[in-house]
RNA sequence: CGGAGAGUAGUAUAAUGGUAGUAUACUUGCUUUGGGAGCAAGAAGUCCGAGUUCGAUUCUCGGCUCUCCGACCA
């Protein structure tokens, strides 16, 4: 894609309404819009990284058996009633609204009633389980104080999996599936080193869930790390019986601020009894269904990788998620038509071979592209210029490391290919 | 939800009870091209409502929005 058509723009300045590392430069990267507090709208860089995250999480869930489907936003309130999830008092962060005929309505804040209720039409045998499916959708949370850029919004991009079982053990089986295969998307998406599996409050579903949480001082939590072993406590679940329950000791543990990216429970039977959906066994009985919740945030993810990776300069992003794999640079100089007619050239050797490159075509200085390339962050930049051509080459930088190399123009589409 | 602060061109900021300034971005022209280039010209702004006043962007009140701290995060 050349740059001149992005209709966004880079900024110099941070915009005054924010804090956050994350949106700053996201808003300076020309990635994200901020619409009001807590909602912003992704613009095409920051779209194409969020597809990307997307992508990752469904082979991810794919690969494990899950089966995407895509629900509602608009929630019928019946069914939430029957879970006791409808009334403000036990869930404060409800979006509510209302049909013409006055029916209140829900913006979904989670989707668990709602696929329970879809469930009922679909699952009556033990022949029809297990069943693992998932979705990636935009979420409503009505907070009182949305803050820390994209990663707390009041909507957001989120994949929810449940897994649907006969009995405990096969929930227990698929819940630690799960652990694998979120490990895999926070690596690929750059984060696995500093994303720990922590074990957290199960609230009225279980002793504990565990949460995916990623080291960073943007986060909201506090967690106990121990570093060895590669797993983490919640401060809220901290206590000598839980230590000694994981076989965990104190003077290992290493306090941390952390992003939740990630959480998995297993709600057991409370939800599917709640809304009365069974199934019969081999013997034709009725069955209590289990179930087990997959959260990641998908945009928090993204906000997430920013807070990790960005340096002084700008967006660093891993080859998996960045909106485009080279940033391809024209220099004018004095001989501006050979050096725009060679980066035109092999701009369209690059598409051709399939590489998604972006070329910055635009009539801007050359420190001005230089300063666009790091504050955007794409993973690899080609600069070509008077001085490479002489060469016959191109100049190669790796974002991440700042290694540079020349490049053959001759062999420079095998390269990249 | 409790507390605190702030709303001025697209963005970031300054000033003012009486013609609102600067930078940047934008448009045009010329020059320039390896780390946010230069000159010239141009276009562009006081959140909304009420009150006080001859006159309000400025003062007062209300609203809306934004930010921060806390609480909340099923």
């Given amino acids: ?38 909602v912003y709208a992704y613009l095409p860089l920051g779209l194409r990284v969020l597809n990307n995250v997307s992508r990752i999480i469904r082979e991810e869930m794919n690969a494990i058996g899950g089966i995407e489907i895509q ?42 009633e709602a696929l329970i209720d879809i469930l009922k039409n679909y699952i009556a045998s033990y022949k029809d389980l297990p069943r693992y499916i998932y979705q990636i959708q935009t979420k409503f949370r009505n907070e009182l104080r949305s803050k820390s850029g994209i990663m707390r919004g009041r909507e957001f991009l989120m994949k929810d999996l449940y897994s649907f079982t006969r009995t405990q053990q096969e929930l227990d089986a698929f819940y630690e599936k799960v652990q694998r295969a979120y490990h895999n998307v926070f690596r690929r998406c750059g984060i696995g080193d500093s994303t720990y599996l922590t074990f957290s409050s199960g609230g009225t579903f279980s002793q504990f869930s565990h949460e995916f949480q990623t080291i960073s001082d943007a986060g909201e939590d ?4 121990d570093q060895a072993k590669k797993i983490a406590v919640n401060k809220d679940v901290l206590n000598d019986e839980v230590l000694k329950g994981l076989g965990l000791t104190r003077s290992n543990l290493v306090e941390k601020k952390a992003i939740e990216v990630g959480n998995i429970f297993r709600q ?40 990790v990776l960005a340096d002084d300069k700008g967006l660093v992003w891993p080859k998996e998620v960045a909106p485009f794999a080279v940033h391809l640079i024209a220099i004018a100089g004095k001989s501006g038509e050979k ?6 050239n092999l701009y369209a050797d690059l598409e051709k071979a399939g590489v998604e490159v972006l070329y910055d075509d635009r009539d801007v200085s050359a420190g001005g592209k230089l300063a666009d390339a790091d504050l955007i962050g794409i993973p690899t930049r080609i600069v070509i210029s008077e001085k490479t051509l002489e060469k016959d080459s191109v100049e190669v930088k790796e974002r991440a490391s700042g290694e540079t190399k020349m490049v053959a123009l001759s062999v420079a589409i095998d390269h990249f290919a």
């Fill in 1 to 38: 894609m050349k740059q001149s058509q992005l209709f966004t723009k880079t900024r110099r300045e941070p915009p005054s309404d924010e804090v956050a590392k994350n949106a700053q430069l996201l808003i300076r990267a020309g990635y994200i819009h901020k619409e009001m507090a807590g």
């Fill in 71 to 112: 629900m509602t936003a608009l929630q019928d309130k019946e069914k939430w009633v029957k879970s006791n999830r409808w009334d403000d008092a036990v869930v404060d962060v409800w979006f509510k609204t209302a049909l013409k005929n006055d029916a209140q309505l829900g913006l979904g804040f989670t989707h668990d």
């Fill in 222 to 225: 506090v967690i106990y790390v």
């Fill in 268 to 307: 057991g039977t409370r939800f599917t009894d709640a809304l009365g959906v069974y199934y019969a066994d081999e013997k034709g009985e009725r069955q209590s269904l289990y179930m087990g919740g997959y959260g990641i945030g998908v945009s928090r993810v993204v906000g997430t990788i920013v807070e």
């Fill in 339 to 344: 050096v725009s007619a060679a980066a035109d």
